[in-house]
């Protein structure tokens, strides 16, 4: 009687069978289901939670780094605060840049503290190399003709605000240095604003320089040659100013002969 080996579907047994596989069934979807939706919550909470921290205990990510990249270069290519150097001396005259706030938030925003408080104010290019760059920032080039020009910083430990939100970066205690942000890849075109380092890690402080020539060598993200300089901003208005700066006459050291002083820089938040 094969009805003993393979129940027919009519027979109490395979019914009886058929109800409980299909009611465990039931339950297994259920479960599988539940445990599926609590893994991807407790992802998303700890992607949330798991954010790194930047500038030490007393800086956290800045919310304007949490935007994605194509909203950032979007809006960095129109927007953005305006700085107007105004320069006296072996050249007269006025150049205005754009900074990528939204690209390079913690550099963008140590500039912008350095300038509005002043620490800019009276100091000198200390070194100029035609069709290379424009260096400037350091404190000790107030004397165009210090030794030291050049290996000056902003004062250590002091704290500024991240421009558009409410974090708080301290610079280095011993060094005055801010983190560095090697997170955009933008190259050191003509007319860009890039900050100048050691080549050392988060040895940047308040030196920065203009590129007057396309010097991609120098892009973080280049790799071929050791040199790391981001870029945090760029002229759009007076680089006439800029390359007249450029062709000045420099002695031994790359410093101007006819010094070029920067009276001051304003920011101009749009």
């Not at 599926?36 to 956290?60: C, E, K, N, W, Y």
């Not at 006025?94 to 509005?116: G, H, Q, R, V």
């Not at 165009?144 to 020009?149: F, G, L, N």
Request: hydrophobic share 35%.
């Amino acid at each position: 009687d094969c009805s003993r080996k393979a129940p027919h579907p009519a027979h109490p047994q395979a019914l009886f069978l058929s109800d409980s596989m299909r009611s465990f069934l039931r339950s297994l979807k259920v479960i599988v289901f539940t445990v599926g939706f609590v893994a991807s919550a407790i992802f998303v909470m700890m992607s949330l939670h798991s954010q790194p921290s930047l500038g030490g205990p007393t800086a956290r990510l800045p919310r304007s780094m949490f935007r994605t990249s194509m909203r950032r270069s979007m809006s960095t290519a129109a927007e953005g605060p305006l700085a107007k150097f105004k320069v006296s001396g072996g050249v007269n005259g006025e150049f205005t840049a754009k900074l990528y706030t939204d690209e390079m938030p913690i550099t963008t925003s140590n500039f912008m503290d350095l300038a509005e408080t002043g620490f800019y104010d009276g100091i000198h290019f200390h070194r100029v190399i035609n069709n290379f760059m424009l260096q400037f920032g350091c404190p000790h080039a107030k004397d165009p003709k210090s030794p030291r020009a050049g290996t000056g910083g902003p004062n250590p430990g002091t704290k500024f605000q991240l421009y558009g939100d409410d974090a708080v970066i301290t610079r280095d205690p011993r060094t005055g240095c801010i983190p560095d942000e090697f997170t955009s890849k933008i190259s050191n075109k003509p007319g860009t604003l890039s900050m100048a380092n050691t080549g050392q890690p988060n040895s940047g402080g308040s030196q920065f320089f203009v590129n007057t020539v396309h010097n991609s060598y120098l892009d973080w993200f280049d790799g071929s040659t050791p040199s790391r300089h981001p870029v945090f901003g760029e002229v759009v208005e007076g680089m006439d100013v800029v390359k007249e700066i450029e062709k000045t006459q420099t002695n031994n050291r790359d410093s101007p002969l006819d010094p070029v002083k920067l009276e001051t820089i304003e920011i101009i938040k749009e």
